[in-house]
């Protein structure tokens, strides 16, 4: 059975995106094992001289290290990925790499009906950049609108259709996770990029 | 034209700052461009609303009365920085400052992409229905391999990119104007957002002292260790003890006023009890909002509200109101209310001189051996006389010379007319706006009516004066 890490992509306690995830978790229960990883709480991110890390940070990172993929979960604020995921990001890329060539599905959530459609578009450019080199699993958007009268009592998704969706998109995540551990050169070459830019940021 | 700068980084050592500072100060001529730092604007979260802390606030002020913005933006990890993003989200949650506002993108980066797809996402987030920025098309800017651009003074080497910059900026100023221009004259009711309860905060605010208790004063001086007594306080062109203000202030022949830029009544010169003031106060009601010093009766609060936008907007410097002259060559009561302004201009609250000037007239009468007589043809009433700015456009003359009533103190320093109107109605006349080509614009719908004969100074009480703009003509008693 796989391991996933499941990000919330905010950190407001009543999110729609935590609900999703944790749908997700039950809902693949007999599967994988998905454990939710909460991101907020870090200070704004700033390149710190001597390259230290807040306290938090190296323990998201050992979890996504041992984890064969990553699901996030984005809101979307001001048409883009929340601060506080961005900000996430932004430690989890600074000198540690655990995101690089690790296989990630995004989902998204919204009050209204368009569903985030422009924050996982920025999220995928975003996991795509070099210092993340995450491998992102394609044509694979999966988006609940209206979000708020998407659960039911039990944390159920209601409508059958996103049911359906989700179990097509998480089975082709499993085969995608074992296809990217074929990709050997790709995953060479992402580590080669990243330790390039980290010398660069070094000799600054 | 005032700008402000915001930087993406909160790095110490940021090249989006050096290209901000270096934009503003080489251009200084093109406009004001003041550098904001974000350093201190917590991550956003709905669930901890901070949109009142300090570091936002602040922003939203300073946003609020620049023309437009500038926003530098690094790159991290393809995109804007989550600093950047989380005060965009603040300043798009419970307040919209950014709404309207002109912005103009730049970046800068460590290498030859230099910040492209940070200043497209960026472009997109202001464009959102929150922030509902206008955002400058076309226009990019992109400063890639920003470690050579620097000389040792941190100018930038290249002398095309100099000029470029430069075209670009006269660019955003014209833009600025443009909008302005879009946007017409001031909304009417303008002058209802002006909050009385002071209730949010300027960068000199006390907090944590309640503005309605009694002891406001001793509070607010231990919660800030203020200086007292015999301590030094250096001033711009003097060392003074507290002691020495103290008595220089009473010794001032006029009863002033304090207060701020948050409408917030923080010092008057307590030299008598309030019995023997013409504008009663106490030392108990300092820290007051204006709201709780002028009772609301009539239309007072309306009033107030008007004078104080129509200074904090530039539309006057000074507004004065007279008390009524029940008998004449006794005294002569005024209210002056005179906005203050800090080194940059902006508007940090009003002084309100209440002065008899009837001593003044008689001695100088006494002095000069003159006296005074009733002019037949004069229909003036003289009990309220105000003054507008000339560079409204709209008023063509300087209260009429023939009516001695109605000197305005600022009309020393008011421009004179000049053949253009200024674009800038609404900010305080600034000598760089004069550079900017003057548009075609309309001039506004003057709120202020400064009437040509200042003939119709209407009654003093408030009651039957039609109020739905200010029309200085009608005098109000705005003291309790």
Known sequence: ?204 | MKLVGIVGSIAEDSYNRKLMMYIANRFNNLADIEVLSIKDVPMFSEDDDQTNSMAVQYLKHRIEAADGVIMATPEHNHTTTAALKSTIEWLSYKIHPLQDKPVLVIGASYFTQGSSRAQLDLREILEAPGVNALVMPGNEFLLGNVRDAFDENDNLKDGGTVKRLGDLLAQFTKWVTVLKALKGPEAPDAWKSEDLTASGKTDTTIEGVEMEDPKWVDKAAEKTQAASGKDYVKLDSGVLTVDQINWFLKSIPAELTFVDDNNQFIYYNHKNPDTKMWAKRRPDQTGNPMSAVHPDVRNVHDHVKQVIHNLRTGKMDLFQLAEPVDKKNVKWVVNNYQAMHDEDGNFRGVNEIVLDFWPIVKKYLEMTGQKLVDDPNNKVDANASASVKDDQGSAPAAPAADTGASASVSEDSAPAPEPAPSVDTGASASTKDEETPAPATPSPAPVVNTPTDTGASASVDADDAPMPEVDTNASVSVND
Request: charged content about 25%; overall charge negative.
């Open chain 1, 1 to 204: 059975m796989k391991k996933y890490i499941a990000i919330p992509g905010t950190n407001r306690a009543g999110s729609t995106n935590r609900r999703l995830l944790q749908f997700i978790k039950h809902h693949f229960a007999d599967k994988a094992e998905i454990e939710l990883m909460e991101i907020g709480g870090l200070p704004v991110f700033y390149k710190t001289p001597d390259h230290s890390l807040p306290a938090g940070v190296d323990e998201m990172v050992a979890k996504i290290d041992a984890a064969d993929g990553v699901i996030i979960s984005t809101p979307e604020y001001d048409h883009g990925v929340p601060a506080v995921l961005m900000n996430a990001l932004s430690w989890l890329s600074y000198g540690v790499h655990p995101f690089a060539d690790k296989p990630v599905m995004i989902t998204g959530a919204s009050y209204g009906m368009l569903g985030t459609s422009r924050a996982q578009a920025m999220l995928r450019q975003m996991l795509d950049s070099p210092e993340l080199s995450a491998r992102i699993m394609p044509s694979s958007e999966y988006m609940v609108g209206h979000s708020l009268q998407a659960f039911d009592d039990e944390g159920n998704l209601k409508e059958e259709n996103l049911v359906d969706r989700l179990d097509g998109l998480f089975a082709d995540f499993e085969t995608f996770v074992d296809v990217n551990k074929n990709l050997v050169y790709n995953r060479e070459h992402a580590m080669n990029d990243i330790r390039k830019l980290d010398m660069k940021n070094e000799n600054k």
